[in-house]
């Protein structure tokens, strides 16, 4: 076994661990040394093909179906230099004040959040995508919301330089997107932080962790020869994201003194629904998401976003098999999408755990209140299709494959509640919370308000896994607005936290 | 017949049977075609474990086998409506876990026919790395 030794070492490089990354960076200058270790890898600027197979395998953890234990979900995070920030559509929301409220975390505040996130969205260039360059498929979504009197909002992104490719989930072919690959990583390189991709680190504890490098088959060299490495650190922040993080803790055995460690996870359960229109309209062109829906979230607990997914995954996400499916599928350029995503409670039983090979498995559930929410979900995005202009709607738990625009007024009865039934509908994720929740000691959760693992005096966590509960919106801003924390606590006490 | 590395022949074979029933349009792939959505779930399969290999082969032997009871013949020698209601009650049946198996089943089937390049085209999806110009395309 091979060994290094760092002051700080940051397992995961995603919104977290980039964030973490920069703002640690200064301590460089100070003579300390500080090393990323992200498990995914570096792929280069004209490896982004856009070609959504080869992509999800490089970028995405099994490909973007990471099944849970009862195979009911699909979860969906990233696994590349940058982490999940190369892959998401850089929707930048700050969480609501009345979130900060529910989440009741000693020393998380909204004030606080708000100023970092508000750092957060300068440092990421965020701002409103300019009418005109957005697609038929967002405006529609727009339209419909209007139509109905449903409060409809533009949802600011972080793009540079945006080439309407559309392709973001696939990663940027553009470089467009500002994740923490384009903007915190190179500044924390340049100051001389060290990133070691393809390294997935296997067991973690105060004075450091164990790793391994390999040879993925694909993307950029690893800094690192592949083999096995002890790396010994002063610090250590976990930041691999909700999975990863927690099932790390588990394997290094915190789970024996932490008995909430791996439990209250929440995954925003989403489903897409599909309208078709009876003209051609623009949806392959343009930024998938510039448009969300917050009128239900309060009363019906569900929020409605745009979305445009590619030939696979939207096969995948369709009901049913078959010449409708595939009529559905030809019909691909008169197809506007809509993606609902559920407000899910934090329940001690929805959880990670580890199987007998020390991997992690997703234990989720959704309760009869979340299928509600989906079920109402989908009635109301019918209707704003249909509100929209379309000719037909499929909807994952219709009566029937498809719904048509004469049948507008009976959606209710077109799609029973009692066909939202877990296994019957393709629900995915990919807003992991939770696993290593903040909170106030070790009998309610696994951190304290800045990240640091209860009972220990090095070791932090520093991404959604932090979540007590969801965030209600789209995570990554308050991901990194916490990580912002967490850096300052740790500069703030280097002169302790570092000192051998 | 396309070979398989990461399932037996049998296997292999009502895979394409069903995929056929899930999207038709597999049975009119010329022999590239099929290659290349072989490839793409083969090669898919091949990035899971063992265990997960031989569950998915077990699936589709119990596929091939189930309709016996009901129609007296093999999955394989069934004609298409049949086919389409054999998998209509593994989709929606009352076995939690069959519904499960088939719907990852149907997932494969879509990632090998829907993955390959030309299906964009077929389609009619065709996004461009620089797509400023067709935003006011329709």
């Not at chain 1, 909700?242 to 915190?254: D, H, I, Y």
């Not at chain 1, 590619?310 to 197809?335: C, D, Q, V, Y």
Request: one cysteine or more.
């Amino acid at each position: 076994m091979r060994e290094r030794d760092f002051d700080v070492v940051i397992v995961g490089s995603g919104a977290a661990g980039g964030t973490l990354a920069k703002e640690l960076a200064p301590l460089v200058e100070a003579g300390k040394r500080i090393a990323v270790l992200e498990w995914g890898p570096r792929l280069a600027d004209d490896a982004y093909t856009g070609h959504e197979v080869e992509m999800a395998k490089q970028l995405y953890f099994d490909s973007g179906g990471v099944l849970t234990r009862d195979r009911t979900m699909t979860l969906a995070y990233g696994r590349a230099y940058g982490g999940s920030t190369v892959v998401y559509t850089g929707t930048s929301l700050v969480m609501p004040r009345e979130v900060v409220e529910r989440w009741d975390v000693p020393g998380i505040v909204h004030d606080d959040l708000q100023r970092r996130s508000a750092k957060v969205l300068e440092e990421n260039n965020v701002h409103l995508l300019d009418e005109s360059k957005i697609n038929e498929n967002n405006l529609l979504f727009r339209a419909g919301c209007t139509k109905l009197g449903y409060r409809c909002r533009q949802f600011p992104i972080n793009v540079k330089g945006c080439r309407a490719s559309s392709l973001c989930n696939l990663g940027c072919p553009n470089g467009a997107k500002q994740g923490t690959h384009k903007v915190q990583l190179p500044v924390a390189e340049a100051a001389g932080v060290e990133v070691v991709t393809n390294c997935r680190v296997t067991r973690v504890d105060e004075e450091g962790c164990d790793a391994v490098v390999a040879d993925p088959g694909f993307g950029l060299p690893s800094a690192w020869e592949p083999g096995t490495y002890r790396v010994t650190a002063r610090v250590v922040v976990v930041a691999g994201g909700a999975v990863n993080s927690t099932a790390l803790l588990l394997r290094s055995g915190f789970g024996d003194h932490l008995p909430v460690l791996g439990r209250y996870l929440t995954l925003h359960p989403a489903l897409i629904l599909v309208g078709e229109h009876p003209r051609e309209i623009t949806n392959d062109h343009g930024h998938p998401k510039s448009f969300y829906c917050d009128d239900f979230v309060e009363s019906e607990r569900f929020l409605l976003e745009t979305c445009m997914y590619f030939p696979f995954t939207t096969a995948k996400n369709l009901i049913g098999f078959g010449a409708e499916h595939s009529e559905l599928m030809r019909a691909f350029p008169r197809l506007q999408m809509i993606l609902v995503l559920a407000i899910d409670p934090a329940l001690s039983s929805n959880r990670i755990e580890l199987n007998g090979d020390g991997e992690p498995v997703v234990d989720y559930t959704m309760t009869p209140a979340v299928l509600d929410s989906l079920h109402r979900s989908m009635v109301e995005s019918s209707r704003i299709f249909f509100a929209a202009g379309a000719r037909r709607v499929h909807a994952p738990a219709g009566s029937s494959f498809f719904i048509n625009a004469e049948d507008a007024h009976r959606v209710d009865e077109m799609i029973p509640r009692a066909n939202v039934v877990p296994g019957r509908m393709s629900v995915t994720s990919a807003h992991l919370m939770g696993g290593c929740r903040m909170g106030r000691g070790a009998g309610d959760s696994v951190t304290d308000g800045w990240g640091r693992v209860h009972g220990t005096t090095r070791l932090f966590v520093g991404d959604s896994s932090l979540f007590p509960q969801c965030s209600e919106v789209n995570p990554y801003v308050t991901v990194m607005a916490l990580a912002d924390r967490t850096a300052e606590f740790i500069r703030d006490n280097a002169g302790e936290l570092l000192t051998s | 017949m396309n070979a398989m590395k990461s399932l037996p022949k049998s296997a292999a074979e009502v895979f394409l049977d069903v995929a056929e029933t899930v999207t038709p349009e597999v049975a009119t792939l010329d022999a590239e075609g099929r290659s290349r959505m072989i490839g793409i779930v083969d090669a898919a399969l091949m990035d899971r474990d063992s265990g997960t290999r031989q569950q998915i082969g077990t699936f589709l032997k119990l596929i091939r086998f189930a309709p016996v009871l009901r129609y007296g013949r093999t999955f394989d020698r069934l004609g298409p409506e049949r086919r389409v209601a054999v998998l209509r009650w593994f989709q929606d049946g009352p076995v939690g876990l069959f519904r499960q198996g088939f719907w990852g089943l149907k997932a494969m089937v879509f990632m090998g026919y829907y993955g390959r390049p030309e299906a964009r085209a077929e389609v009619g999806y065709a996004p461009e790395f620089d797509g400023r110009g067709g935003l006011g395309r329709a």
